[in-house]
C-alpha cells in the first residue's frame, strides 16, 4: 500500500529529508549558543536573574531573528515535506484506492467498520495537526485513502526514518515497556486509541499473537488505509470509526488499552473523557499504556524547544500535555492512585542505528518516548 515514489519525486524527498536532519541538528545547536552568549545574559541584565521557567525563555528568545529564521526554515521544511509526499500520493492515488477497495471487500484476516455520521470534534477539523494537508481525518471521494498514504509515507520522512521501516517504533516502544514490568500480562483483547494507519496498532499485534487487537480513529480516508495496510502485511486488526470519547464497544471488554502519541494532539476537554471510557472498557487488572512525548524536563531552555511545535507546527496542546498531572488525570477517571505507572521507552532497538539530535535541546536524547499508565483495580 505504501506511495512508492518516481525518480524526481524521490529525489526531492530526499533533499527534504536532509534539509529537515540539518535544520534540526546543526542549525537547532544554534539556538542554544544564541541563548547562553546573548539572550539570558540580557534577560539577566534587566531581570537581575535567569528566566525562571521555559515560558520566559520563550518570550525572551522569540524576538531573536536567530530563532525567527530557524522557526521559519523548519515550518518551510515541513511544508515542503508534505508537499514532495502529497503530489506522489496524488499521482498514485486511483492505484491505492483500487488496492484498499479489494482488501475491504475481501478481507482475509480483520475487518473494517466505518461511520458515515460520524461528527469530527472542533479540536481536530480546527487545524491541520503537524500541517498535515486536511489533517488526518479528511475523507475526499468514495473511497478515499489519501490522509493515510500521505501520512504513512510523510511520517517515515518527518522521523528521517527513526521509527523503523514500518515507522512502528512508538507502538514498539509501549510493547517494550509492558513486556518488561509486566512480564506475565497475556492480553486477550487489545484497544488502540487513535490508531491513525495502525502502524503502532500491528506492533501490538505481533507483541502479542494470540491476542484479538483493535484499533479507532475518527478518519475514514485513514482507516482504509490502515485496514488495507494490515492485510497487505499479514498482520490481523479490526479498525473501526469511532470518538475515543465514547466507543460502542462494551464495558470492561479490553484487556489492555493503548494509545501512541494521541494525548499531545487531545484538547484538555477531551483527554478526561479519553481517560474516563478507558477505564469503562478495561476489565478487572487490565492495563491502560499510553505512549507519548516525555513531560517536563532539564533545564528551563531544554524545555522551552519542545514548545516550538504547538504553534509552529500546529500542535495546539502539546504545551498544555506537558503540564499534566498524569495522576490526579487518572484518579479522577476512577484509577486508583497507586496503580499509576511511567517511564521513559528509550527507542533503543531502531533510533540508535541513526540517533538523531531534535531542535538543539536534549529533552529527546536517548528518551524520545514516555509511559503514562494505570492498573483496572
Same mark, same amino acid.
Request: contains cysteine; glycine residues 12%; proline residues 6%.
Given at each position: 500500500m505504501l506511495a512508492g515514489p518516481d525518480h524526481d519525486e524521490a529525489a526531492r524527498?530526499?533533499?527534504?529529508?536532509n534539509l529537515r536532519r540539518y535544520v534540526m541538528s546543526d542549525i537547532s545547536e544554534g539556538n542554544r549558543t544564541i541563548y547562553e552568549r546573548r539572550v539570558r545574559p540580557q534577560f539577566q541584565r534587566e531581570h537581575g536573574r535567569a528566566p525562571k521557567d521555559r515560558h520566559e525563555v520563550r518570550r525572551a528568545m522569540e524576538p531573536h531573528p536567530y530563532y525567527q529564521a530557524w522557526g521559519s526554515i523548519l515550518r518551510t521544511t515541513q511544508e515542503l515535506m508534505w508537499d514532495s509526499v502529497g503530489e506522489s500520493v496524488a499521482r498514485q492515488l486511483p492505484t491505492l484506492m483500487a488496492r484498499a477497495k479489494a482488501f475491504a471487500d475481501r478481507p482475509r484476516l480483520g475487518s473494517l467498520?466505518?461511520?458515515?455520521?460520524?461528527?469530527?470534534?472542533?479540536?481536530?477539523? *480546527?487545524?491541520? %495537526?503537524?500541517?498535515? =494537508?486536511?489533517?488526518?481525518?479528511?475523507?475526499? !471521494?468514495?473511497?478515499?485513502?489519501? +490522509?493515510?498514504a500521505l501520512y504513512d509515507r510523510?511520517?517515515? /520522512?518527518? !522521523?528521517?526514518?527513526? /521509527?523503523? =521501516?514500518?515507522?512502528?517504533? %512508538?507502538?514498539?516502544?509501549?510493547?517494550?515497556? /509492558?513486556?518488561?514490568?509486566?512480564?506475565?500480562?497475556?492480553?486477550?483483547?487489545?484497544?488502540?486509541?487513535?490508531?491513525t494507519i495502525g502502524n503502532s496498532t500491528l506492533a501490538y499485534a505481533q507483541a502479542y499473537p494470540e491476542a484479538e487487537v483493535f484499533g479507532v480513529d475518527l478518519g475514514a480516508a485513514s482507516l482504509r488505509y490502515a485496514h488495507a495496510r494490515a492485510e497487505s502485511l499479514g498482520v490481523a486488526a479490526h479498525f473501526s470509526q469511532q470518538n475515543a470519547e465514547r466507543t460502542d464497544f462494551e464495558e470492561c471488554s479490553f484487556d489492555l488499552v493503548v494509545s501512541a502519541v494521541l494525548l499531545h494532539e487531545t484538547s484538555m476537554a477531551a483527554l478526561p473523557r479519553i481517560i474516563q471510557e478507558c477505564?469503562? /472498557?478495561l476489565r478487572a487488572g487490565g492495563i491502560?499504556?499510553?505512549?507519548?512525548?516525555?513531560?517536563?524536563?532539564?533545564? *528551563?531552555f531544554d524545555l522551552f524547544i519542545p514548545d516550538w511545535d504547538t504553534e509552529g507546527n500546529n500542535e495546539p496542546f502539546m504545551s498544555k500535555m506537558?503540564?499534566?498531572?498524569?495522576?490526579?488525570?487518572?484518579? +479522577? !477517571?476512577?484509577?486508583?492512585?497507586?496503580?499509576?505507572?511511567?517511564?521513559?521507552? =528509550?527507542?533503543?532497538?531502531?533510533? *540508535?542505528?541513526?540517533?538523531?539530535?531534535?531542535?538543539?535541546g536534549s529533552g529527546k536524547k536517548g528518551k524520545p518516548w514516555a509511559v503514562y499508565g494505570a492498573i483496572a483495580g
Open positions: 524527498q530526499g533533499f527534504v529529508g467498520r466505518l461511520d458515515r455520521a460520524l461528527a469530527i470534534p472542533r479540536y481536530q477539523s *480546527a487545524v491541520d %495537526i503537524h500541517v498535515m =494537508p486536511g489533517s488526518y481525518h479528511s475523507d475526499l !471521494a468514495q473511497g478515499d485513502v489519501f +490522509a493515510g510523510g511520517l517515515y /520522512l518527518y !522521523a528521517m526514518g527513526g /521509527l523503523g =521501516p514500518c515507522n512502528e517504533d %512508538i507502538g514498539a516502544g509501549g510493547c517494550a515497556y /509492558l513486556k518488561k514490568h509486566f512480564p506475565d500480562f497475556a492480553p486477550k483483547r487489545i484497544l488502540d486509541l487513535g490508531c477505564r469503562r /472498557l491502560m499504556c499510553h505512549t507519548d512525548v516525555p513531560q517536563v524536563e532539564g533545564d *528551563a506537558r503540564d499534566l498531572d498524569f495522576r490526579q488525570l487518572f484518579e +479522577a !477517571a476512577g484509577f486508583r492512585r497507586r496503580s499509576f505507572f511511567s517511564g521513559y521507552v =528509550p527507542n533503543e532497538h531502531l533510533n *540508535a542505528k541513526r540517533p538523531v539530535t531534535f531542535r538543539g
